[in-house]
């Protein structure tokens, strides 16, 4: 993966497990939410901690893997927040704040996916 795609993609996943962890923090300390905060809280910083790990693989199989699996949190992290959306934890703004940062975030990774399997054809 060329130098500019690795910066943005190390940035943004970090970036974003910043702003998950506040909306932990926020989801404990106001609305004394314990369960579902920690399975976002597991899951959004899951992206960024996989991102590290594919750029520190030692082969293309163990990036892709690891890009893959951070994808896949990121899945999973946008159905956490419909959760707390839907159940009121978190209102519109908040929600569409953070589901847009995640898409973001899971477009890059797919393109990364895509780009790391026709090159191994």
């Known amino acids: 993966m060329d130098d500019d795609k ?16 506040k909306l932990y923090k926020f989801l ?15 899951s959004g910083t899951s992206i960024g901690a996989n991102v590290e790990e594919a750029h520190g693989g ?3 199989p163990d990036f892709s893997n690891k ?6 949190e990121g899945k999973e992290t946008k159905y ?12 519109k703004e908040m929600f569409e704040s953070l589901f847009s940062d995640c ?3 899971n477009k890059i990774l797919f393109s990364i996916i895509k780009t790391t399997r026709i090159k191994n054809k």
Do not use: C, P
Not at 7 to 20: D, H, N, T
Not at 28 to 42: A, C, D, H, M
Not at 80 to 91: A, F, G, K, P
């Open 6 to 21: 690795h910066g943005i993609i190390l940035e943004k996943s970090f970036g974003f497990a910043v702003r998950i962890v």
């Open 28 to 42: 404990v300390e106001n609305k004394k939410e314990f369960v579902l905060s920690k399975q976002i809280l597991k």
């Open 58 to 60: 030692i082969s293309t």
């Open 67 to 72: 890009i893959s699996i951070a994808y896949k």
């Open 80 to 91: 956490w927040l419909r959760l707390l959306h839907e159940t009121e934890y978190i209102d």
């Open 103 to 105: 898409e973001e975030l």
